[in-house]
Structures are given as C-alpha cells and as structure tokens.
T-cell receptor, first 114, second 109 residues
Framework: NAGVTQTPKFQVLKTGQSMTLQCAQD?????MYWYRQDPGMGLRLIYY???????DKGEVPNGYNVSRLNKREFSLRLESAAPSQTSVYFCASSVFGRAPGELFFGEGSRLTVL | KNEVEQSPQNLTAQEGEFITINCSYS?????LHWLQQHPGGGIVSLFMLSSGKKKHGRLIATINIQEKHSSLHITASHPRDSAVYICAAISYNTDKLIFGTGTRLQVFP
C-alpha cells in the first residue's frame, strides 16, 4: 500500500503561472483534504471533498480550485500563482466525514512562487 | 489568540527523559488528534481521542474535556522521537480540524 501519494514534491513557479498538485490514495477513503502549512502557523484547510464529485471550501480557498476526479484522486490547481501561495501543501485522507477519523497524510509538496 | 495552543513551542531533552507536550483549546470539541511530523516533512497520525487516555508503545495521550486540555507524554525518550508534534481539535460546531502550531522536540543521545 502506498497510502497517500502527492506529486510533485518540489516546484518553483513564476508569478502568474499555473500548476496542478496531484494527490491519490489507495485506502478506499471517502474523505480527502488539501492543507497548506506556513511557518509559525498551524495547518490550514484549503478544500475538502467528502466523496467523489463533491468539494467544499475550507478556511483559505481563494486562488485555488480542486477536482475530485474519482474516489482515489483529489487535485489542487493554482490558476495564477502568487508569492503568497508559497507554502508546503499536504494532501490527506480519512475514512469518513468532515469530522475525520484517523488521518493519513501525503509527504507534502513544497511550492515556491517567485 | 489561537483556538488551539500548544506548549512548549520548542523542547530539548536527553535520551531517556520523560517528555510532556501540552495542548489547550478554547472551543467545544468532539475529539482531538495528535500528529507527528518528521524532519523530512511527512505527517503521521499518532492518536485520536475524545476522552480519557490512550497508549501506544512509549506514547501516552490524555484528554480532560472539562479543562479543555490534552497532553502527549513520551516515556524513555529516544533521538528517533525528534520531530514536531501537532495537536488538532475537531470543532463540535463546525466539524473542522483546528491545528496547533506544533511543538518541536529534539532528543539528544
């Protein structure tokens, strides 16, 4: 079992460029999440998906779009990257619910926007 | 003031010491997670608890709902325990996870 797999692990973008972070889980989990982690701050929820075909905004959704392609995959898109989006991004999954059970995290994607 | 506060922010210990990391929260919660973030950046779930105490190996997590406080204890600490420990509370009203900023632990041989 790979668990939660995120790609890419590192990316450097110029302001205004677009990119997609990919996330896949092989645990048959219903719920998937995208978080960002910034120095001195806790993890903050960007978007959440309770099941295939549904997505919901978290605390900091501005500048991002998501797509729950199927039960396994949940992608995060930056349409026009800004320096404020420089961060480490984590995808996570859990068995059920917006109030999650045990959480499984990907290894993180470090994004720098110049 | 953050809704979930951890203390201390940084902690150093000698191998073998007993470690305590504290988490206080100001909102009503349904449960609380303890997570471990390795130096390489990966995050793993250690415990989810809504009452009482849980134990796994050398790790013990406790929660006191009335006092809005949880602790993570590490017995006989080891250099491989060096990591950032994060508590995350599940808000009873919103079902959202609210994360603390983490406690960085370094255990020296």
């Amino acid at each position: 079992n790979a668990g939660v797999t995120q790609t890419p692990k590192f990316q450097v973008l110029k302001t205004g460029q677009s990119m997609t972070l990919q996330c896949a889980q092989d645990m048959n989990h219903n719920s998937m999440y995208w978080y960002r982690q910034d120095p001195g701050m806790g993890l903050r929820l960007i978007y959440y998906s309770a099941s295939e075909g549904t997505t919901d905004k978290g605390e900091v959704p501005n500048g991002y779009n998501v797509s729950r392609l199927n039960k396994r995959e949940f992608s995060l898109r930056l349409e026009s990257a800004a320096p404020s989006q420089t961060s480490v991004y984590f995808c996570a999954s859990s068995v059920f619910g917006r109030a999650p059970g045990e959480l499984f995290f990907g290894e993180g994607s470090r994004l720098t926007v110049l | 003031k953050n809704e979930v506060e951890q203390s201390p922010q940084n902690l150093t210990a000698q191998e073998g010491e007993f470690i305590t990391i504290n988490c206080s929260y100001s909102v009503g919660i349904s449960a609380l997670h303890w997570l471990q973030q390795h130096p390489g950046g990966g995050i793993v779930s250690l415990f989810m608890l809504s009452s009482g105490k849980k134990k796994h190996g050398r790790l013990i997590a406790t929660i006191n709902i009335q006092e809005k406080h949880s602790s993570l204890h590490i017995t006989a600490s080891h250099p491989r325990d060096s990591a950032v420990y994060i508590c995350a509370a599940i808000s009873y009203n919103t079902d959202k996870l609210i994360f603390g900023t983490g406690t960085r632990l370094q255990v020296f041989p």
